[in-house]
């Protein structure tokens, strides 16, 4: 009982103890249960878990060998059957599915079903290039449904939360998939779509919103907005838990949202292409477990397609094992992170991610040193008098790529003058950390550009 107290944010600690002794008592699950969602498969031994997934990716073979065309040409020229695939490292046979290829099916070309038999679509923004399209059966979608429970419930949901659901509502998978998971679960959804920010607080308040469910980025904005309002985000609202996802951040920006809201904040990670968000969440330690039984994953070397073993940094692949509609086999995500096999304190054997460094097509080369944005985020998040708004510039000579930073101070900060000495205190931190001089401009706060959904870190000039 003392250990889940502590995850509580202490000002909210009676009220909520009641609430679970009312609706506990009620319900027989409430927000202090500990149990898992699925313990069936979210504590099965390893070894079991593999044989599954094996199973699995035998019948997947099959299923999409009979009923696309596209792959069964792969499948044929790379001479797999599902005879052949004897044990996991078996599917390294199998040829790596890319973004290109997905685009060169738009809108439904890669669909192993009959299109009556779609029930519901949805596509990525298309920022670079034509949308990635999500077509689902009505199984699809109950599994969509099942993976979300089953994150949302180990982030900490429970039926007595009220959701704010500040993704934005239309072809994007966020929000569809946080209001299914959260309503399995049982837990009243605010489909209030993001934007009109003065409204969302309004509304957080006057709903007693528990949970929220955005962008990290968007979180801080409403954070300021509420302030501007005359509200103060830690006394005035009821909100304790935060599931984010959809934009790369790093732990000091986590820390940083926590404290300001005084809430816990969990991470998610989902793709359009294997079925939105429900495919990687975090458990109340922060690990990050894997839905494996549905979504195999894999670390590959993004330079050598090679396969890694656990625990080695590399390029994230994804094949779904249950999906009908849009199955994918080795979907090469172009995240990178690490893959773990260990036990967790939760109780949960699914495996682990480590946290996504950045997509590899993020990563910049700057005078032989490799940056990622979230690096530099990091740093920043570290300063004081350093607000929560920045934007690194990439200007590109030729073959030449220099970075320059942007971000806000606060306004205490700003009246105070002598900014060029906050500058070079930034400067210097970057240094430390990257080994490169980065050029850094120290900006009045409300002077970068908040964004509603995911934030535009790096700008290219
Ligand atoms: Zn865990």
């Keep these: 009982m003392l250990d889940i107290v502590k995850t509580i944010s202490l000002r909210y600690r009676t009220i909520l103890i009641v609430d679970y002794f009312i609706q506990g008592a009620e319900q027989g699950r409430s927000f202090m249960d500990e149990k898992l969602w699925d313990s069936k498969i979210e504590s099965m031994p390893l070894i079991e878990l593999k044989e599954l997934q094996l199973e699995r990716l035998k019948k997947m073979i099959d299923y999409v060998y009979k009923n696309n065309r596209f792959y069964r040409d792969r499948l044929k020229e790379a001479k797999i059957e599902s005879d052949n695939i004897k044990t996991l490292r078996d599917i390294e046979k199998i040829p790596f599915l890319t973004k290109q290829d997905l685009r060169g099916f738009y809108p439904f070309g890669l669909v192993c079903t009959e299109v009556d038999d779609i029930v519901e679509v949805h596509a990525s923004s298309g920022t670079t290039g034509k949308p990635v399209v999500g077509p689902y059966t009505r199984n699809d979608v109950e599994l969509w449904g099942e993976v979300m429970a089953r994150s949302l419930w180990a982030n900490g949901l429970r039926r007595n939360d009220i959701l704010q659901n500040a993704y934005?509502?239309?072809?994007?998978t966020g929000a569809h998939g946080f209001e299914k998971g959260a309503q399995k679960i049982g837990a009243m959804v605010i489909t209030i779509s993001s934007g009109n920010t003065k409204?969302?607080?309004?509304?957080?308040?006057?709903?007693?919103?528990?949970?929220?469910?955005?962008?990290?980025?968007y979180s801080l904005y409403m954070a300021e907005t509420a302030e501007l309002m005359g509200f103060d985000p830690l006394?005035?609202?009821?909100?304790?838990?935060?599931?984010f996802g959809a934009e790369a951040w790093s732990e000091e920006m986590r820390k940083n949202v926590e404290k300001r809201w005084g809430i816990t904040a969990h991470e998610h990670y989902g793709l359009t292409e294997i079925i939105g968000p429900g495919i990687v969440s975090e458990c109340k330690y922060k690990k990050l477990h894997i839905n494996a039984d549905h979504f195999l994953p894999e670390v590959i070397n993004p330079d050598t397609g090679e396969t890694l073993e656990a625990g080695k940094e590399g390029e994230l692949v994804f094949t779904t094992l249950t999906k009908e509609a849009f199955p994918v086999l080795r979907f090469r995500t172009r995240d990178l992170a690490v893959y773990y096999e260990e036990e967790c304190e939760c109780g949960r054997t699914l495996p682990i991610q480590s946290r996504i460094k950045g997509r590899s097509d993020d990563m910049m080369k700057v005078k032989g040193v490799i940056v990622f944005p979230s690096q530099i985020e990091a740093t920043l998040m570290q300063i004081k008098n350093i607000g929560d708004n920045y934007q690194i510039v990439k200007t590109k000579k030729g073959d030449m790529t220099t970075l320059s930073v942007e971000v806000e101070t606060t306004v205490k900060r700003w009246k105070q003058g002598n900014i060029d000495a906050l500058e070079k205190e930034v400067e210097e931190e970057i240094f430390s950390i990257l080994n490169l001089h980065v050029p850094v401009k120290v900006v009045e706060h409300n002077s970068i550009p908040r964004s509603i959904g995911k934030a535009i870190r790096v700008v290219e000039r």
Excluded at 207 to 215: G, I, Q, R
Excluded at 235 to 243: Q, Y
């Design 235 to 243: 006394k005035d609202f009821r909100l304790r838990l935060g599931c």
């Design 199 to 217: 409204r969302q607080v309004t509304v957080m308040k006057d709903f007693s919103a528990t949970a929220l469910v955005c962008t990290p980025s």
């Design 168 to 172: 934005g509502y239309g072809l994007f």
